[in-house]
């Protein structure tokens, strides 16, 4: 009898301590029989995977954390076929966008451009005092194009209407820490052209930059498209 108790509850113990390697569950990857199996070696971007058992971080200069970061262009470089224009009427604009015949070859306008402020307070408010005027012209399929970027990466957070009130701090049991600015108060009315872009360049303390999100054309589409929300 003694035996068949110490048998059973053997048998138990084995299967319960089985039973703990391997379930996966939310964030459980549950068994791996090679280390490599649900944490990949291989750097995958915007991902960052550290697992003990890969040996990476240890045998490389790059870390993982650094490689998995949203890379940028070479400092002082434009990407092949981009750039970005100053709006200066609209047969500039069509000039790089291919349709005047002095230069056919069309670069699209989604570019880039230097920004060589620094990710300072100084420099925040240096930024909206020397960028005053946004270089795209407002259009009605410009705001359309800014409607669905404005909702993806920035109305989470701001709200559709713009009012801080986004899903993320809306939710019930949200656990969201901080307020996001409310872009439709007046101070941000007043707020000039520079310190949304150096917003969306650089964020600010909890918001991330969106800089590698949208293109120079973009974000200034989604400033346009802010400047909508305030007018209603
Ligand atoms: C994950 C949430 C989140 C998202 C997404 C987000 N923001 Fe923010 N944003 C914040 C928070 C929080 C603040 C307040 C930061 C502070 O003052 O500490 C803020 C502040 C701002 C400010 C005010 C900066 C200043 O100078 O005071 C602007 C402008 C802004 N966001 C624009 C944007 C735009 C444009 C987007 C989309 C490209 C965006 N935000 C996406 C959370 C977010």
């Keep these: 009898m003694k035996y068949a108790i110490g048998a059973i509850l053997g048998v138990a113990l084995f299967a319960w301590l089985f039973s703990l390697c391997s379930p996966a569950g939310k964030n459980k990857t549950g068994h791996e ?11 995958e971007a915007n991902l960052y995977s550290a697992y003990d058992w890969n040996h990476w971080d240890k045998d490389n200069l790059k870390k993982t954390a650094e490689l998995s970061q949203p890379k940028g262009k070479v400092a002082g470089t434009v990407p092949r076929g981009y750039t970005g224009v100053y709006y200066n009427g ?23 451009a230097p920004f060589y402020y620094e990710n300072t307070e100084e420099e925040r408010l240096r930024c909206e005092q020397e960028m005053t005027v946004n270089p795209f012209p407002v259009t009605k399929e410009s705001l359309e194009k800014a409607k669905p970027l404005y909702d993806i990466y920035c109305g989470i957070c701001h709200g559709e209407k713009g009012d801080g009130q986004g899903w993320l701090v809306s939710m019930t049991d949200s656990k969201y820490p901080a307020q996001p600015k409310n872009l439709i108060a007046d101070d941000m009315k007043a707020a000039g052209e520079g310190r949304y872009y150096f917003a969306i360049m650089y964020g600010k303390n909890v918001m991330g930059s969106y800089a590698d999100k949208l ?11 802010i400047r909508s929300l305030q007018a209603k």
């Excluded at 029989?33 to 750097?43: C, T, W």
């Excluded at 293109?215 to 498209?225: A, C, K, M």
């Design 33 to 43: 029989y090679f280390p490599d199996m649900a944490h990949p070696v291989s750097y």
């Design 90 to 112: 609209a047969a500039e604009l069509d000039k790089v966008r291919g349709k005047n015949a002095a230069n056919a070859i069309a670069a699209p306008v989604n570019g880039q």
């Design 215 to 225: 293109s120079f054309e973009e974000r200034w589409q989604v400033i346009h498209y």
